[in-house]
Every structure is written in structure tokens, then in C-alpha cells.
């Protein structure tokens, strides 16, 4: 309780790490975006010409002869009747933007400058909205998303069967009789793309896109269908202004949550409370968690994804805080590990300053055209060069280096935490990635070492262990490809030995 009424004073005046102290407000550039609920969304022209564009670009790459089906993402249930809070699949999102259950999008490819496009939306009774709210009007579907033919969702068969059985009346009231799609059908070409790379919810199951696969094959078996998750994963790595101006406000809202983290960060406070703060936080600029805020102090800093966590904060802890705002369904991601007490311990520092250099090799790195492999490789040289320095590995050929620094130094970001997009590709100026080598002595390091290099590598680098024994420090920022190089877009937040020390110690 006290640190929730020292949480709400300090909103008032946020201190900002570089010293000067901002109002809340300003520190938080101003965004417009759409309401989050269902009642009356509305949508920024910048985000609703991003649609009509990637609806485009999509249709541009898809076959002639092929059909677009994407399937919102299921409500999830928590447990007896609670449901989790809905949140759209970020595909469909990025295509619509529409943020309700139970809709459904079939596009057919472009053709003569247009993108044909049905949506369909969920319909409710007016007995229904009284107990769980407004839903979207077909007005208000088709000003959000800019798709003209909007359907209830009960309808998607019947429209669905209608396009594959090229139903002249349809045709003629959606003006598609010269679409190759219908061509397509007469000469058996036609393709049917689904998200087939979507989880099933329960394991074992298959998903919604798979069953629909299967039904509608066994009722038109001279069509196929096709995974679209790839190409749609290629399209969302390069984002568009609107993209970016909702990861950044997703980025300060983090960088405010590692301010409040802070400077309520002491002995005797419990992993829990920090977490609380960094929600409180995020809620309190209309943003949500776009991961479950990683809390790690003493040696739960060497378990990458640490759990929510109940151990007290003790002088001498590091914090490692890997934490991540989501703001208007884009995500932030951030890793800073503070010292509890204010300073670094020498055999703290010594781990940090490894981290930190691998990290820095890792930006000089990034330009168009880099790899996420060459990324990788440059903070694995760095890492290892300091294991080596240190005595906690014999040689850097060996691979050792694998023991502490187990993880990618990169992934995409954007709708997602770990964006879509495959990882061997060329960076692209637009592109977003996260850059966050890490070093975890953790406590099972020497079983580990043992097992994997022997007896005799164990023995040597044992003494160096033991003294390193239980720090674990990882540094993550979220990177821009811009023409030349790389802008960081998280350097709000120290990340220098030098300046978090002066930042924690002066408040
Ligand atoms: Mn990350």
C-alpha cells in the first residue's frame, strides 16, 4: 500500500533518468489512437490508409486463381465462465483493424486496381449488448477497416460456397464476373489461403484453419490450399509511421515503468511489488503488458524467463527487469539489470561490462543488408573474449561460451513480442529488432560445464565460477534499421555502468 501512494505522488512528477523531471504528460509524446473497447471505435486516417495498403501488397504477391480466409483469434476462457480479455490475432488485425471477436476476412487477388474484400462481423442481440456492450455496426466495420461488403459472420459459409460455386447473382452484385478467381475455378486452379501456421489451443488439436482445410477440400476437391503466414509475416516486418509512432509511445510508457522501478527499488521489497509498479504504470497511460513483466533479483536474474516472482529484494541484489509495454496492440521490449543498492558490485561490474560491449559490437553491426547471424556472431566474439578474460571459459573455439549466453542476441518486434518474419533474411530499412546479449552464471553452471566439456574443463574454470556464481545480467534495447546504420530507439534509459550509477543514486 505504501508504495502505491508513493506510486501515484511520483506520477505527478516523473523524474526522467537524465536528470530533469518532466510531467507524465509530456514525457509521454501524444499519440492519437483508437479507443481499446468496443464502444465506438474510432481509428486514425494514418492506420486506416495502412490497411487499404497492406490488403494491397498482399493481394499483389498472392496467386491469381487464390482466395484469402483469415479467422480472428478465438475467445479464451480462464477458467468456469471467465474469459481472458479478448485479444484480436495480430494477422487479421494488421489487415482490418478491427480488434472484435468472431470475424472473419476473405480477400480475393488484386485485379484492375481494386482488392476485393468481404468482412464479416459478429452480430448481437440487442439483449446481449445490454450485458457485455456495444458491438460494432456494419457502418461502423466498414468505416474502420475500409472494406465496402460487410456480412454477419453467420453468413461466411454461405458467401463462402457462393464465390466457390461462382454464383452469378453474387458475382453481378459485387461486380467480380471478369476476376480471374472464377477463371481460376473452371480450370481447377484455385488455392485457398489460410493462417496454417496458427497454434491449435489445446495441443493435440488442430487448428480452426486446418479443420476448415479439411472440410472444404472434402466439398471442393479440386481446390487446394496454402499456408499465407510467411508472406503476411514478410509484409509486417517493415513498419509504417503509424507503426512506429505506437511502438515508440509503447517504448516511453516502458522507459516510465523502469523510472518508477527505480526509484522504489530497495531492500526488503518483494519481486511482486516491483511487477505491480510496472503494471500500474503501464495502465495508467492506456497500455497493456505485451509479455508478463520478467522481475529477477539474486539468482532468479539467471533464469531467462523467470515467473512471477516472490523473493525480497536484498542489498547487494541485482534486478533485472525485462519488461515490455504493448500500445495499441505494438509492442515495446526492454532488459535493463539495476544494482539494488545503487552500485555495482566489482565482480557485477566486471559480468556488465562484458554484456554492454557485446551489445555495442552488436549495433556497429547493424546496417541493410546484415543478417541476424553476423548480429549474433559479433556479440558471441565479445562474450566470449570477456568469458575468456575472466577465466570462466579456456578458449573461445570451444563453444563454451554457450554455457552463459544461451539465447539469440535478436528477434522482430511489432504486433508481437517476437515479431513474425523469418530470421535469415537481409535487414531492410523500417524493419524493428531487439538487441540483448546476456551473461547467467547460473547456480547448476559447474553441472552443466561438467557434463557438457568434462571433468577437466570443470575443474579449471570452477574457482571463477563459484566467485561469479548467480549473476546474471542481459541488456536489451529495441533497434530501427534506418539507411545507413541503426537508430536505437530505447536509449531514454542509462545502460552504462557509469550513468545507471548516477541515475539510481541521485534519487
Ligand atoms: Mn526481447
Redesign the pocket.
Known sequence: MKLLTIAISLLCLLPTPWGQATSAQEAVPRVTVSDDTNADPTLDSDLASDLKRRRDALAEKMDKCGMVILFSAPQRNKSGDTDYPYRQSSHLFYLTGIRQADTILLLLAHHEKVTPAFLFLQTVSPEDELWYGKHLRREEGSRLSGIDSIYATSEFDKIFTQLMRSDAGLLDRHHLGKHPFFAGRRQKKTVVYLDLQRKADEEGDMSREKRFAQRFIARFPDARSRDIGTMLAELRLVKSPAELARMQKAMRITEQALCMVADEMQSGVYEYEIRALIEYVFQQHEADWAFPAIVASGANTTTLHYPYGRRRLEDGDLLLL?IGASYDYYAA?I?RTLPVNGTFSKEQRDIYEIVQAAQEAAFATIKPGVKFAQIHQRAVETVSQGLLRLGLIDNVESGAYNLYFMHGTS?WLGLD?HDVGPHNIPLTPGMVL?V?PGIYVSPDLLVRAQQMFGDEFAQKIAAQVVRYQNIGIRI?DDVLVTQNGCKILTSGIPSKIEEVEAWLQKK
Do not use: A, F, R
Open positions: 525485462d521490449d532488459t528477434h513480442t531487439t540483448e536489451e
